[in-house]
């Protein structure tokens, strides 16, 4: 798999997403992607209480450790590479939560308006890449 190149969503070079909990389609703490990326796992979103919950509820439980895979489960605060049509529904429901545009790699705005993403863009002192 060739991996697209690490440029974020404001031009520059993708900074990392979050190594606790370790995400990203490659597991390198970056939203870096490809081509066998289907869900463009793309968005470094600040987990919410909210957002995980609609997110369960939409058939997508990201609370709930799964040991067999090695996750470990997302609590409010964390930080994760979100898909971006999952994002964009979010927002569209009125539940989305914040996202490091600094760590959002480009390929979000083929789904995701930049506008959008700034909307929701958490400060800088947030950076979630603990």
Known sequence: MQMDPSVNVLGKPL????SKPLTGF?????CNTCANDFGSH???AVMTAEF???????????STPRPEYGFPG???????CLCAGR????HEE?????VHLEATHINALEIVPL?????????SGEDGAG
Do not use: I, M
Request: positive net charge.
């Open 42 to 44: 793309t968005v470094c």
């Open 26 to 30: 490659f597991r390198d703490a970056h």
């Open 87 to 90: 994002f964009l529904q979010a």
């Open 74 to 80: 997302l609590q409010p605060g964390d930080s994760w």
């Open 52 to 62: 995980l919950a609609y997110s369960k509820y939409v058939g997508n439980d990201l």
């Open 115 to 123: 506008p959008v993403l700034r909307a929701y863009a958490a400060s």
């Open 94 to 98: 009125g539940c989305a939560p914040r």
């Open 15 to 18: 900074q990392p997403c979050s």
